[in-house]
């Protein structure tokens, strides 16, 4: 059975950082997507970063700049690098992984930035 576990949420200031993981595990066969998401009290998820393939990533526009994308196909982990973050960035993050046609969520991480 297929896994992900996230880490690295927590508290910050506003201009500080974090550093969010995300580790699957058990056989998760041909990924297809591998992105974090983020959902802010009383609003939809929405796509924070994301890639098909290793050599371009999507970005949201209002996180372009501050927030770095990367992944370890050979891991099946998934990174975000959290930079000059906002009190708009706070939400909880997951992230999410397609494979074999199949979407995995993370737990789910509490990123919350103070001004």
């Known amino acids: 059975q297929v896994q992900l576990v996230e880490s690295g949420g927590g508290l910050a200031q506003a201009g500080g950082s974090l550093r969010l993981s995300c580790a699957a595990s058990?056989?998760?066969?041909?990924?297809?997507?591998m992105g974090w998401y983020r959902q802010a009290p009383g609003k939809q998820r929405e796509l924070v970063a994301g890639?098909?393939?290793?050599?371009?990533?999507n970005y949201a526009d209002s996180v372009k700049g501050r927030f770095t994308f990367s992944r370890d196909d050979a891991k099946n982990t998934v990174y975000l690098q959290m930079d000059s973050l906002k009190p708009e960035d706070t939400a909880v993050y997951y992230c999410?992984?397609?494979?074999?046609?199949?979407?995995?969520w993370g737990q789910g991480t509490q990123v919350t930035v103070s001004s």
């Open positions: 890639s098909t393939s290793t050599t371009s990533t």
């Open positions: 058990g056989s998760i066969g041909s990924i297809k997507f």
């Open positions: 999410n992984i397609v494979a074999d046609w199949k979407t995995y």
